[in-house]
């Protein structure tokens, strides 16, 4: 599978977007990029996933490069309550692992 | 809709004591589960995956076991707790193999 690289730790101005990019230079045609947030002292949270083309959701929009070696999540308006670890993730079409790595910190900040 | 539950949420236990951490699942019918150990500061760790009752796959060898007695039960045990398996233990579940997997709360262990 894959590995993911991203930036350990980032801040955010409450009310301004968040990009949180994540390198995947070695991902596969056939592996999707997955997002998890993970709040202190909770099970990571779903956000969004996607193959090849954008995706947009309630919570955040993915955008993934033409090559597919890298993508960002946004979160459109940052929050207070935004505030987690963030983990991008690749896994390959119909497999059950996933393989986290250790994630961006975002704060956001009032 | 689904919901996952873990229990305890928190639980300290003595080393060489035993454990028993249990995981269930509403609202679905035969999930695909999962049990992750989180080290302080660290990714999760996939340790144990089951695609139906008694169907059991280890991916990591360690002092842990997993048992899956009925459809939307997961539990992990182990018969003499190591320091070394202090965590964050969560449990996850999905529709299929392929498909996005669901967190529950987690379970913090303090082996002392």
């Known amino acids: 599978d894959a590995k993911t690289t991203q930036p350990p730790s980032m801040d955010c101005a409450e009310g301004r977007a968040a990009n949180l990019p994540c390198n995947h230079s070695t991902i596969s045609g056939n592996e999707y990029v997955y997002w998890y947030r993970q709040i202190h002292s909770q099970g990571p949270q779903y956000i969004i996933h996607?193959?090849?083309n954008n995706e947009t959701n309630e919570m955040a929009s993915l955008i993934i490069t033409e090559d597919r070696k890298s993508s960002t999540l946004i979160l459109p308006h940052a929050t207070l309550r935004d505030t987690a670890v963030y983990y991008c993730?690749?896994?390959?079409?119909?497999?059950?692992?996933?393989?986290f790595g250790t994630g961006t910190r975002l704060k956001v900040l009032a | 809709s689904q919901t996952i539950h873990q229990w305890p949420a928190t639980l300290v236990q003595p080393v060489g004591s035993p454990l028993s951490l249990e995981c269930t699942v509403e609202g679905t019918s035969n999930p695909n589960l999962y049990w992750y150990r989180q080290a302080a500061g660290r990714g999760l760790q996939l340790l144990f995956y089951?695609?139906?009752?008694?169907?059991i796959s280890s991916e990591v060898p360690q002092n842990l076991s997993a048992s899956r007695p009925q459809d939307r039960q997961f539990i992990l045990s182990s018969k003499k707790l190591l320091l070394s398996d202090s965590g964050f233990y969560l449990c996850?579940?999905?529709?299929?193999?392929?498909?996005?997997?669901?967190f529950g709360p987690g379970t913090r262990l303090l082996v002392l």
């Open positions: 993730i690749v896994r390959v079409s119909g497999t059950y692992k996933y393989i």
């Open positions: 089951s695609v139906g009752i008694g169907q």
């Open positions: 996607g193959l090849k």
């Open positions: 996850a579940w999905s529709v299929n193999r392929g498909e996005t997997q669901y």
